[in-house]
């Protein structure tokens, strides 16, 4: 039986760092240096955390039949008498990750996530093994085929282009689920938001794959492709029911690039969780033009909670600028008014500090989020991500020199029209405009208490 050690390593930040997040290159949820700020900060942090669903697929296939410790602890006592350890890549944790492994110089590591495949050449060591793409599809072929034993992954250390032959696709339904019931033993699994509902929130994963526009800056297709893959309706409800049994849990996170993109699949799952009264909450990711009159009561009574929808900018040029297709203003109020009338909350994602925005365009664009009638609002600075089109495009005027502050809230390039404070500023400033007023106040109040009698008075089947 051989011992793995998953060594998830994270920098000392004051705020929420995550791995699941923009395709597995992780984000690092810096409000900015307000008093407000860093109280979201604190907030966000405590309430809102989750490790890369892929690193605990991996840790299913390799429990069946061998022994998995996951820490995040270089220090970590299990580590010394290890057999292998697997090292989860991502760039906000980057030089934390390359300092583990020039630590770990005596030990043979695994590295693992797109980022390690964007940055081969510094996660390639003489004792490491870069698993490239989706990583959980070289160690499920690797336990299929018996190889998964001591003499052949030492061998593959010292043949390293042996891993090649273990990357044929697999079926998404054939993964086991992730190995949720160990980790919630040590770490929280939350996503709270303003809520009293404090429940562990299982991510789930129903499709891979986005086939939009946005990948001149987004890093899912990256780690997934373009096309998109879903896994059975059957399957999905399988899991639910086992999670609900396993940790009396109703509430879930679907980590989809886009849930709903198959909008056939979509309604086949909300059909299904309602005839079956599974009696859950969920939260999903999508694009505002697939929600419709048909499909957002239908996801409501499905048990939608609250959906992330990316709106980005308010300028039109701004968006063609960054390839970004959205739906046009009178449509994307009419469709978030029909959710949140529906009982459907929403947060819209805006991006700040892209290439064509100025300080008035990041000005409208904290206006009309104000203007919109979601509960919450994201705000989020414009990243070139190293592999992307866009890096590419702006990789010569880069100025951050570390990679673990491309976390999606900092200026890393040199804008045209403005500076690392105006960003910092006007990233402040957003947050503050559209929490800190009476109006909104009262609605997430209102929400807060809401949450709070659902709580005192849910049981869960």
Known sequence: ?????????????KHRLIKDTAGGYGTGNDFGNTLFSKLLNVYVDTNIGMPAIEIMIISSILKKNHKVHYTRDLNDKKIVDCDFIILPSSIIAHETELEALSKLKHKKIFVTGIFATTKRDKYLVKNSIVVKNESDTFFYNLEKSNNCNLNFLNKLFEKKDLINDYYSPVELDDFPYPDWGSYVKKFPLRNDFFSLNQKIAIPLLGTRGCPYSCFFYCTYPLQQGRKVRAR????IIAEIKYWKKELGTNKFVFRDPVFSINRKHTIAFCKKVIEEKLGITFMVETHLNNLDDEMIPLLREAG????????????????KDMQRFTVEHDKQYKVIKKCEDAGIKVKTMFIIGNPE???????????????????????SVFTPYPGTPAYNEFKDIITESKLENFNQYNLTFKHKNL????????????????????????????????????KKNQWVG
């Open 1 to 13: 039986m051989i011992k793995f050690v998953i060594l998830d390593v994270y920098p000392n930040k």
């Open 232 to 235: 059975s309706v059957e399957n």
């Open 304 to 319: 939608l909670e609250l959906v992330y929808v990316g709106v980005e900018s308010s300028s039109d040029f701004v968006l």
């Open 357 to 379: 925005d100025n300080k008035d365009t990041i000005i409208q664009s904290i206006e009309y989020a104000k203007y919109l009638p979601s509960l919450y609002s994201q705000f």
């Open 419 to 454: 500076s690392k404070k105006n960003i910092s500023d006007l990233k402040s400033l957003a947050y503050f405009k559209f929490y800190f007023n009476l109006k909104k106040i009262f609605q997430i109040l209102k929400y807060f208490l809401k949450s709070k009698y659902e």
